[in-house]
């Protein structure tokens, strides 16, 4: 019935992401590994040098507290005594802590998730926390609460996430992408392991965490479609073979689904996210966003798809005056088909051509823009500029042959996605030729250097955060696997005439136009 909180852990690196045990009386959460005493004494003296690949990471472990015990024991709240040391105070606040360490050895876990009798736990385990190891080595293990030992689930190396138990325990519904960065299917597999079923792979487009229906009969899962993300349901759900080495198949893409039928729930042109399921088995709850709204809880009918607001957290845009917003679709070069949004001047006229921003995304895969608002762009278009925001080959939202298609081809194909779809718009009037402007940020300000270097059609640019040499990227950010993954599946090494190809610093003299260049000292992705 509420009162005052109460400290259940103390612990010098803090904790985080604490989940609640089914029956309630136990709390796991994620404590990051403390430093030595030697390297406590290193620091102290600033003899601290890091070593790329030894001492520039710690793990993160899974931790349990008994809160039913602590209920029972009289509050500690740790003080520092007069005269103490730091050292033996920081001792005497570890023998107050009651939590007990879950998993050793050599692994960074993170998404725990109890079973519902309390007895396992779900998690994702990666060598490290580095985003080349989350992102490409992650798997999904089963821990015994009870002996503390745990095993790997599935055939997969890499590439896994999002562990999610069925209501009875018995499987578990995770993602899983080939490549590791890319399109994530939705599987499903037997808690005793075997051979996992791609709930997804017909469906093609890339799913978000699923979430079980109460009866676990039914699982559902948010996707990008173009530029629209929508709420999906798939059931009846197959039953998983047992396990069979021959049926994993080429590429290790698990069982196909048969018999399933993915249907789309919600509807209309938003971006649906933070799925949650009540008990009753229909309702469910989410937040919804549009081009002209930001995010609001809404409540909905799995059954009907129909929709409520709950909240209003903006009210003060309904005062504001935003610029039109349009899905807009074009012929590359090639025949390729592209999409992107169009935000249009407050206030604008037909027959009457604008300046134009052009906005390359991130990712190149996850930063494909969606109906989402997007606060910039109404600022300038409010100051008379329209936006164009291109969904270029290698964006999310379109299928595994167009996320893949700038495989060995960055600055190539997209350059041509992008430059078609701005003589699109002043064909047809809107943009005025004389009058654009490019900027994007990490993968997006990769595509403005390169625009820069193949054009002088733009009378200004800003590059935030952008690679300018593939080579010394490689050698410098903590993603080189995703660089070998888009590269020829080669280092530097072994494809130097590619990375030097595509690397805008190899064309720097054609370079006319006037850019503002912003990047982080301590960037570690784009160094």
């Known amino acids: 019935g509420g009162g005052e909180a109460r400290q259940l852990t103390h612990t010098k690196n803090g904790a985080s992401t604490p989940r609640w045990s089914p029956d309630g009386e136990r709390i796991v959460f994620l404590m990051q590994e403390k430093d030595s005493e030697a390297e406590e004494k290193q620091k102290k003296a600033k003899d601290d040098p890091v070593i790329v690949g030894q001492n520039d990471f710690k793990q993160t472990h899974l931790w349990?507290?008994?809160?039913?015990?602590?209920?029972?024991?009289?509050?500690?709240?740790?003080?520092?005594?007069?005269?103490?040391?730091?050292?033996?105070?920081?001792?005497?606040?570890?023998?107050?802590?009651?939590?007990?360490?879950?998993?050793?050895?050599?692994?960074?876990?993170?998404?725990?998730?109890?079973?519902?009798?309390?007895?396992?736990?779900?998690?994702?385990?990666?060598?490290?926390?580095?985003?080349?190891?989350?992102?490409?080595?992650?798997?999904?293990?089963?821990?015994?609460?009870?002996?503390?030992?745990?095993?790997?689930?599935?055939?997969?190396?890499?590439?896994?996430?999002?562990?999610?138990?069925?209501?009875?325990?018995?499987?578990?519904?995770?993602?899983?992408s080939p490549e590791g960065y890319g399109q994530r299917d939705l599987h499903i597999i037997p808690v005793?392991?075997?051979?996992?079923?791609?709930?997804?792979?017909?469906?093609?487009?890339?799913?978000?965490?699923?979430?079980?229906?109460?009866?676990?009969?039914?699982?559902?899962?948010?996707?990008?479609?173009?530029?629209?993300?929508?709420?999906?349901?798939?059931?009846?759900?197959?039953?998983?073979?047992?396990?069979?080495?021959?049926?994993?198949?080429?590429?290790?893409?698990g069982e196909r689904a048969r018999g399933s039928e993915i249907r789309r729930i919600t509807q209309g042109d938003c971006v649906i996210g933070g799925i949650s399921v009540a008990d009753d088995g229909d309702t469910f709850?989410?937040?919804?966003?549009?081009?002209?709204?930001?995010?609001?809880?809404?409540?909905?009918?799995?059954?009907?798809?129909?929709?409520?607001q709950l909240t209003k957290l903006n009210p003060q845009i309904e005062d504001f005056a935003l610029g039109k917003t349009r899905v807009i679709r074009w012929k590359s070069n090639d025949g390729l088909e592209i999409e992107g949004l169009l935000c249009l001047p407050v206030g604008y006229e037909d027959g009457k051509s604008y300046p134009l921003i052009v906005e390359p995304h991130g990712g190149p895969h996850g930063g494909a823009r969606d109906l989402g608002f997007?606060?910039?762009?109404?600022?300038?278009?409010?100051?008379?500029?329209?936006?164009?925001?291109?969904n270029f080959r290698g964006s999310d939202g379109y299928g595994r042959d167009f996320a893949r298609a700038n495989f060995g081809d960055w600055g190539i194909g997209d350059y041509q996605d992008i430059m078609t779809g701005v003589d699109n718009l002043i064909k047809q009037g809107i943009a005025h030729p004389e009058r654009l402007v490019v900027g994007?940020?990490?993968?997006?300000?990769?595509?403005?250097?390169?625009?820069?270097?193949?054009?002088?059609?733009?009378?200004?640019?800003?590059?935030?955060?952008?690679?300018?040499?593939?080579?010394?990227?490689?050698?410098?950010?903590?993603?080189?696997?995703?660089?070998?993954?888009?590269?020829?599946?080669?280092?530097?090494?072994?494809?130097?005439?590619?990375?030097?190809?595509?690397?805008?610093?190899?064309?720097?003299?054609?370079?006319?136009?006037?850019t503002l260049i912003l990047h982080g000292a301590e960037d570690k992705r784009v160094p």
């Open 64 to 176: 349990v507290i008994d809160v039913e015990t602590m209920r029972a024991e009289p509050e500690l709240l740790f003080t520092l005594p007069e005269g103490k040391s730091d050292q033996d105070a920081e001792k005497e606040q570890d023998q107050k802590d009651k939590s007990e360490r879950l998993t050793e050895g050599d692994c960074h876990v993170s998404d725990p998730r109890w079973s519902p009798d309390d007895k396992q736990m779900a998690f994702v385990s990666a060598p490290s926390p580095k985003s080349d190891d989350t992102m490409f080595k992650a798997t999904v293990q089963i821990l015994d609460v009870e002996t503390k030992g745990f095993r790997k689930l599935t055939p997969y190396d890499g590439g896994e996430s999002a562990p999610r138990w069925s209501p009875d325990g018995t499987h578990l519904a995770f993602l899983y």
């Open 192 to 253: 005793e392991g075997g051979t996992p079923t791609n709930l997804t792979l017909a469906f093609d487009r890339n799913t978000d965490t699923p979430v079980w229906s109460p009866d676990g009969a039914t699982l559902y899962f948010g996707a990008m479609d173009g530029v629209r993300r929508h709420l999906y349901t798939i059931s009846p759900l197959p039953s998983p073979p047992p396990p069979s080495p021959k049926a994993l198949g080429v590429g290790a893409k």
């Open 285 to 308: 709850l989410c937040s919804r966003a549009t081009l002209h709204t930001p995010a609001d809880l809404w409540a909905g009918s799995l059954h009907t798809g129909e929709l409520r």
């Open 374 to 390: 997007k606060a910039q762009w109404h600022y300038f278009s409010g100051e008379g500029f329209a936006v164009f925001a291109p």
């Open 440 to 514: 994007g940020w990490s993968y997006g300000g990769y595509m403005t250097a390169w625009i820069i270097t193949q054009t002088d059609r733009f009378k200004a640019a800003m590059k935030g955060c952008g690679i300018t040499n593939h080579v010394s990227m490689y050698g410098q950010t903590d993603i080189p696997t995703f660089m070998q993954l888009y590269f020829a599946d080669g280092a530097p090494a072994q494809q130097l005439e590619l990375y030097r190809k595509l690397s805008p610093m190899s064309y720097t003299h054609r370079v006319k136009t006037p």
